[in-house]
């Protein structure tokens, strides 16, 4: 097994942030919530996403520490351009509107999203 500098819900997560950076198929990023680290299905998920995003991946961010193992670079997030309509996009947007405060560091980012989803549905419904 690969060596990783992240507890595995810290990598998790980060992974996830990741690829909800590069996409807004939810589909293809929930691939990435039940993989192991340093997997055969990590590097499946990542190819799947490779194909359906363009996406920057460098030796040192979550998603390559994720299925490769490593030490995941602080900075990351200044290297990685979001896509237009992303996952995480639409997180921080619901977020703006919705949950002030930011979760952790092991948040599932994922389920975060569906959660103010459904805040933003029951929202628009009163109206």
Known sequence: MQEHDLETDQL???ALEHAMRTTSD???VIAFKSAEPSS???LTALGHLASVSQMSLFADSP???FCRGGHVDT????R????PNSLWGELEMLNALYAPTSPSAEADHMD???ELRKVAKEDLTQQ
Not at 75 to 78: D, E, L, N, Q, V
Not at 80 to 83: A, G, I, N, P, R
């Open 112 to 114: 975060n999203l569906n």
């Open 80 to 83: 990685v351009q979001d896509s």
């Open 63 to 65: 998603l390559a520490v």
């Open 26 to 28: 939810a589909s293809v």
């Open 40 to 42: 055969k299905e990590a």
């Open 75 to 78: 900075g990351w997030r200044s």
């Open 12 to 14: 998790r997560a980060a």
